[in-house]
C-alpha cells in the first residue's frame, strides 16, 4: 500500500458524526473528509494519475477510484446511500470516501476507541472539537490504548 494514503489521519482531516444519541450523552465516529480523499490521492499518485466516476444505483451511488501507475492501472469501488443533508452530493461523497478505504485511506479510524461526548445537544458542541484533536493527534503517537474515551466539558 502507498505510505501517503495509509499514513494516520491528520485532526483536520476527520469529520466527527453522531452516530447515537441519549442519557445525555452521545456516541460520535470519526470519518475522513472527502477533501481528505483528494489531497491525498494527489499527493500519492499526482492529479492526472487518478480519476473518480460514479454510478448512480437505487437509493445511492457506486464511486469508482482508478489509479494509474507506470505498470498498471487499478481501480476499486465502493457505494453509499444518499443523506439526509444533499442526499445527491452527501451520497457521491461518501461513496468516494468508501471507495478510498478500500486503498488504505483512513482504516485506522476503525481502531478508534469508542468515543462518547457528554452533552444532550443535537450537535457535537464547539468545545469538543479541540478535545478530539488532542485525541486524534495522542491517537496518532500510540499514546491511547483505551476502547472507550468518554469527553466532558470541564
Known amino acids: 500500500m502507498n505510505k501517503i494514503l495509509t499514513a494516520p489521519i491528520q485532526p483536520n482531516e476527520i469529520e466527527w458524526r453522531i452516530q447515537q444519541k441519549g442519557?445525555?450523552?452521545m456516541t460520535i465516529v470519526p470519518y475522513i473528509t472527502n477533501r481528505c480523499v483528494?489531497?491525498?490521492?494527489d499527493k500519492a499518485f499526482g492529479a492526472d494519475n487518478?480519476?473518480?466516476e460514479f454510478r448512480e444505483i437505487t437509493?445511492?451511488?457506486?464511486?469508482r477510484l482508478t489509479v494509474t501507475l507506470k505498470e498498471r492501472t487499478i481501480y476499486r469501488e465502493d457505494g453509499a446511500s444518499k443523506t439526509n443533508i444533499e442526499p445527491e452530493k452527501g451520497g457521491?461523497?461518501?461513496?468516494?470516501?468508501?471507495?478510498?478505504?478500500?486503498?488504505?485511506?483512513?482504516?485506522?479510524?476503525?481502531?478508534?476507541?469508542r468515543v462518547f461526548v457528554a452533552s444532550a445537544d443535537n450537535y457535537i458542541p464547539n468545545w469538543a472539537y479541540p478535545k478530539l484533536e488532542k485525541l486524534t493527534t495522542w491517537i496518532n503517537e500510540g499514546k491511547c490504548d483505551r476502547a472507550?474515551?468518554?469527553?466532558e466539558n470541564n
Open 23 to 25: 442519557n445525555g450523552k
Open 38 to 41: 483528494m489531497e491525498r490521492f
Open 50 to 52: 487518478w480519476t473518480s
Open 59 to 63: 437509493n445511492g451511488f457506486i464511486c
Open 92 to 113: 457521491i461523497s461518501d461513496a468516494m470516501k468508501r471507495a478510498a478505504v478500500q486503498f488504505g485511506l483512513g482504516r485506522d479510524l476503525y481502531n478508534y476507541p
Open 148 to 151: 472507550m474515551i468518554v469527553i
